[in-house]
C-alpha cells in the first residue's frame, strides 16, 4: 500500500501553537485540529513489533531537534480527530496504530486516545522522546531517548517505565540507562547516507549487544525492504 502523504492546508481562525490549535480547552481532543505529517499502512520496521502491519499517524512538532531526525516538520495537514480516525479506519484490517512523529505527546491526551480506541477498535502505541507524561491508557510504550545526541538533549527525560526501551547507538555507555524499567531493551544502529560509515555503525551496534546481552538488536527493516 503506497504512502499517503498529508500536506494540505486548512484555513482557520484559531489560535495555533506548535503543531495544535485549541479552540476549547475544557474538551481538547473533540474540537482540536492535529498537524499531522502523514498517515499510511505498513509495516512496524523496529523493536519489538518488527514486522507487524500498522497504521501510522505521525506528528509535525517536536522539542527537540536531534541531527539525525528525518521528519519534515513543516509538512503538514490540520485535521480533526475524526478526521484522523477516517484515515485510519480505511485499513480495517491493521491491528495496530502507532503515534509517532515528531514527539506525539506534545499533542495527545487520555481522551484523543479513548476515542481512537473506540472508534477504530485497534490497539495504540506511541513512539516517545520520553521528555513529556503520556496519557495513561496506551497499550503500547515505545520509549527512545535522545538525550545523549546533539539536539536531543534540549529537555530532560521523565519517563521512567516504558514496555520497550529502544536506543539509538553511538557508542554511548549503556549505563544510563539502567533506571529506565522496561520490559525490552533494543538497540539499533545510527542509519546514516554514507555506506561505510553505516557499516561501522551497525558492527558497533552488534558488539554492543554481544557485552550487554540484556539488550537486543533493532534493525530496521523498512529501509532493507524499501518501504514506508
Not at 502505541?125 to 513529556?132: K, L
Not at 530496521?220 to 524499501?226: D, E, G
Amino acid at each position: 500500500m503506497p504512502r499517503k502523504t498529508l500536506n494540505k492546508r486548512r484555513g482557520t481562525a484559531r489560535r495555533e501553537t506548535t503543531g495544535l490549535i485549541v479552540s476549547c480547552p475544557e474538551s481538547r481532543s473533540l474540537v482540536s485540529m492535529y498537524k499531522i505529517n502523514e498517515i499510511f499502512y505498513s509495516l512496524q520496521g523496529e523493536g519489538y513489533h518488527s514486522g507487524t502491519s500498522a497504521v501510522f499517524v505521525r506528528f509535525s512538532g517536536c522539542n527537540l531537534c536531534c541531527a539525525f531526525c528525518d521528519t519534515q516538520h513543516q509538512v503538514g495537514e490540520m485535521m480533526s480527530l475524526q478526521e484522523i480516525v477516517a484515515e485510519v479506519n480505511k485499513y480495517p484490517i491493521a491491528p495496530l496504530i502507532v503515534l509517532t512523529g515528531g514527539e506525539p505527546s506534545l499533542f495527545i491526551d487520555e481522551a484523543f486516545v479513548a476515542e481512537l480506541k473506540q472508534k477504530t477498535g485497534k490497539t495504540i502505541a506511541i513512539e516517545t522522546n520520553g521528555t513529556r507524561p503520556l496519557p495513561n491508557n496506551l497499550d503500547w510504550v515505545t520509549f527512545s531517548p535522545k538525550s545523549s545526541f546533539v539536539g536531543g538533549d534540549a529537555e530532560p527525560c521523565v519517563l521512567k517505565r516504558c514496555d520497550e526501551l529502544k536506543v539509538v547507538y553511538l557508542g554511548q555507555d549503556l549505563a544510563q540507562y539502567d533506571d529506565i524499567e522496561a520490559k525490552y531493551r533494543f538497540l539499533q544502529p545510527c542509519f546514516v547516507e554514507d555506506l561505510e560509515q553505516r557499516k561501522v555503525n551497525m558492527q558497533a551496534c552488534v558488539e554492543a549487544v554481544k557485552s550487554h546481552p540484556n539488550w537486543r538488536l533493532s534493525l530496521q527493516i523498512h529501509r532493507v525492504l524499501n518501504i514506508p
